[in-house]
């Protein structure tokens, strides 16, 4: 039996999510890898809404109150992904990138969701929703290029975030997700 307040025991959800999370450094080769192919591919197709037009998704920009406050809908009935307007350029990105990571990476997230000892459904839909915000943002700044570039730009933010098309706090935390072997 586990001890009370250990990582299993279901009292504390979101500190069992950010342990698993930091128990693996931040970092998972098989979703980045396969964000990292699949970011190639969006980019061939022209970018991330051409992607999801080409699979039936249109993607559509509403005032704030229309979706109900979220930052982001997807209405299955007139497969439309709607975007809260009132976000910036690198938030409307970064959340048609968590769309497309809760879709297309679904298999790798819930490999990782299987493989881990979460104690409550709670538990597991926070690393379900943090392994999507990681798949996004791998999305956004493919691990090799983005590498490469935090080397070049010498670990300029701010650079990197204009480089990328992605906020200064998006940048900031791929930055700790640079945990590839070699």
Known sequence: QRAEG????????????????????????????RAEALAAELAEQ?????????????VRVLPHEVIGG???????????LL??????????????????????LRAEISAVVRGADLSSDTAK???RRALA????????????AFASAVELR???IEALSR????????????LTTLGRTG
């Open 6 to 33: 250990s990582a299993g025991s279901g009292l504390d959800p979101v500190g069992e999510a950010r342990r698993f999370v930091a128990g693996h450094r931040n970092y998972f080769d098989a979703l980045d890898l």
């Open 46 to 58: 022209g970018g991330a809404e051409a992607w999801l037009k080409s699979r039936g998704t249109r």
């Open 70 to 80: 979220a930052m982001r809908r997807y209405d299955r009935h007139n497969e439309q």
């Open 83 to 104: 975007i809260d307007e009132t976000l910036d350029r690198a938030s409307r990105a970064y959340q048609v990138a968590v769309h497309i990571a809760y879709t297309a």
């Open 125 to 127: 839909v926070l690393v």
């Open 133 to 144: 915000g990681y798949g996004a943002a791998a999305l956004l700044m493919p691990y090799a």
């Open 154 to 156: 010498r670990y300029d």
């Open 163 to 174: 480089q990328f098309g992605t906020s200064f706090e998006q940048t900031a935390h791929r």
